[in-house]
């Protein structure tokens, strides 16, 4: 009885369940496996080296704008969350708590971190005495505890892992500034990386991260038209400043509180990845994020094998030295086996390699995106790989942003937003007054939920699609993960 590898199985179509499409996905591509704790995940190398390389380039890019990494404790003494009331009442029924260590009682319950607003507060108001400190500008990557209800990997865990910025500053101008920066270099990042089109705006009263002023979002939407929240940025004002006396000397010589801001992203962002990319044959990873951008598979009779692999790691060193991410897959398996693999696997681009491609100094390449084949000279590779690679990012976008634009449906009414939802998946456009009261009954009756007021609407809508009162703001409105 052979031994090899059973053909790669076919994923569940999108079509017929987009939940269990994703499910088959991941764990066919082996981005991660489940762990004997509830709501965890193990990343394996593949999922774990796509966070790598998005941690890497978000890493650079906070460096850039003057931010410094530091560490901070797990635990948070019980105390330092009842010093903001909104924040406890916000994380309350998500915190997991220890209450003996060693086989004692401790004197105090330790949260283990969901956040880390509490405790970054209490030592800021140790580093911060004069404006000559200021502003401060800390970053953390972390993993964070939030005891889930309903998880789902990478987009919804128990344990996750993320990282959040909090910074501190003299005026409220300067904190606001730093709230739309660091909200820009998401959207950036998230669209020029991850090729992912996102919708920027301000987060209603009700969906604002519990203790801030305001909060600013980017939302991201998946191929079954739901709505994640790929990234946050909230201006704090000096609510975290006074519940744990960030006080500084003025020019004055006077007192006065801090204004901080707190900023964060997480591996949700590879499941976002997913949902928005994949397709039935499974994942579509962008090429600068992706783990192997080109993997090499030799072909042919075995009685040219050893030549085409002789010239095959010629090629590969070359790539590597280039800068290119690049695997070579020699096992004995078939190559329609292989091209199904990697295909599933996500990978940008595959090259094909035999001996008339050896005798004629060619190689095939096939994009992932396309499955278009374009045969190139063996001299231009390098150069004609990084092209290739920057158009499937190019197409990526561009598709997931006609995707994104072709499933906003602008709505007038509730009752036309429930017939949109019978019939589409997708986001309604729709006024709204800016009552607490009107938000709540688009939730009750749809399941949706505000996704934020977007900074540059693509239309201006006159009334709430609840009350029919003059709306106060454009709300994309959204079910979500």
């Not at 994949?278 to 094998?305: E, S």
Request: hydrophobic share 35%.
């Amino acid at each position: 009885m052979s031994k090899k590898k059973p053909f790669v199985q076919a994923v569940t179509p999108q079509s017929e369940d987009f939940s269990q499409w994703y499910l088959d996905v991941i764990k066919k591509a082996e981005l991660m496996s489940y762990s004997p704790v509830r709501g965890c995940i193990v990343f394996r190398p593949d999922g774990y080296e796509i966070w790598e390389n998005i941690q890497r380039e978000m890493d650079a890019r906070f460096k850039e704008t003057g931010h410094r990494n530091a560490y901070f404790p797990l635990f948070i003494p019980e105390s330092f969350f009842q010093k903001e009331k909104e924040h406890v009442e916000g994380f309350n029924p998500e915190l997991p708590w220890v209450t003996e260590a060693g086989g004692e009682k401790l004197e105090e319950r330790l949260a283990i971190r969901p956040t880390s607003e509490t405790m970054i507060g209490h030592m800021f108001a140790e580093w911060i005495n004069s404006y000559r400190d200021l502003p401060l500008l800390i970053n953390q990557w972390a993993n964070v505890v939030r005891w889930e209800k309903r998880t789902l990997p990478f987009l919804r865990t128990s344990e996750f892992l993320w990282q959040e910025g909090h910074t501190a500053h003299e005026s409220e101008e300067e904190a606001r500034q730093e709230t739309m920066r660091m909200l820009e270099i998401y959207r950036d990042f998230v669209e020029t990386f991850l090729a992912i089109p996102v919708i920027v705006g301000q987060k209603t009263p009700s969906e604002k991260f519990a203790g801030a002023v305001d909060t600013y979002s980017i939302e991201a939407m998946m191929k079954d038209g739901k709505a994640v929240q790929a990234g946050t940025s909230h201006y704090m004002g000096t609510n975290f400043a006074v519940a744990f006396h960030i006080q500084y000397l003025n020019r004055d010589n006077q007192h006065q509180y801090a204004y901080t801001t707190s900023w964060g992203a997480s591996t949700r962002l590879i499941g976002s990845m997913i949902m928005v990319h994949g397709d039935d044959r499974g994942l579509v990873l962008p090429p600068k994020v992706a783990p192997t951008q080109v993997i090499m598979i030799p072909i042919g009779p075995p009685k040219a094998r050893e030549q085409v692999l002789a010239r095959t790691d010629e090629l590969y060193q070359e790539l590597k030295q280039a800068g290119i991410r690049v695997r070579v897959d020699d096992r004995d398996q078939s190559p329609g086996w292989k091209f199904n693999e990697y295909e599933m696997r996500g990978v940008p681009i595959r090259l094909e390699l035999g001996p008339r491609d050896l005798e004629n100094g060619v190689v095939v390449l096939v994009s992932r995106i396309t499955g278009e084949k374009k045969t190139v000279k063996q001299e231009n590779l390098a150069t004609e790989i990084k092209q290739l690679l920057t158009e499937i990012h190019d197409q990526m976008y561009q598709r997931a942003k006609s995707f994104l634009d072709a499933h906003i449906y602008p709505v007038d009414t509730l009752d036309q937003y429930k017939q949109i939802l019978k019939e589409n998946r997708g986001f309604a456009l729709a006024g709204w007054c800016g009552s607490a009261a009107c938000e709540t009954k688009v939730k009750e009756e749809t399941g949706a939920t505000s996704r934020n007021i977007p900074l540059s609407p693509p239309v201006n809508k006159e009334s709430c699609l609840v009350c029919g009162e003059t709306a106060a703001h454009t709300v994309v409105f959204g079910k979500s993960y």
